[in-house]
Nanobody
């Protein structure tokens, strides 16, 4: 069964850092991967995407300079290093995998269950 599982979320103070991990199983996720997030009452929004070889990376303007996406294909994993966290970063973070990089959620066929990140001021 193909599956993505996120981990690394938590509750932190503003200015802190967290590193999210997403590990795939059931197939080789040597395809495009991304992170999205969804705050209560809001639509799911794009955070970052990375191509299968890591050569193409894009970020949402709201996280540029603070978040870093990376991947390790040998571990079927993608990571999101989040620095200088702000209260507005509070959301459930989801990893996703698909056949091409895109900021649109429906472009991705595989999704994890999400991990909660809460940032207090």
């Amino acid at each position: 069964q193909e599956e993505l599982v996120e981990s690394g979320g938590g509750s932190v103070q503003a200015g802190a850092s967290l590193r999210l991990s997403c590990v795939g199983s059931g197939r080789s996720f040597d395809i495009e991967m991304a992170w999205f997030r969804q705050a209560p009452g809001m639509e799911r929004e794009f955070v970052a995407t990375i191509s299968w070889a890591g050569g193409s990376i894009e970020y949402a303007d709201s996280v540029k300079g603070r978040f870093t996406i990376s991947r390790d294909n040998s571990k079927n994993a993608v990571y999101l290093q989040m620095n200088d966290l702000k209260p507005e970063d509070t959301a459930v973070y989801y990893c996703a995998a698909g056949t091409y990089t895109s900021p649109v959620p429906r472009s991705y066929a595989y999704w994890g269950q999400g991990t909660q990140v809460t940032v207090s001021s």
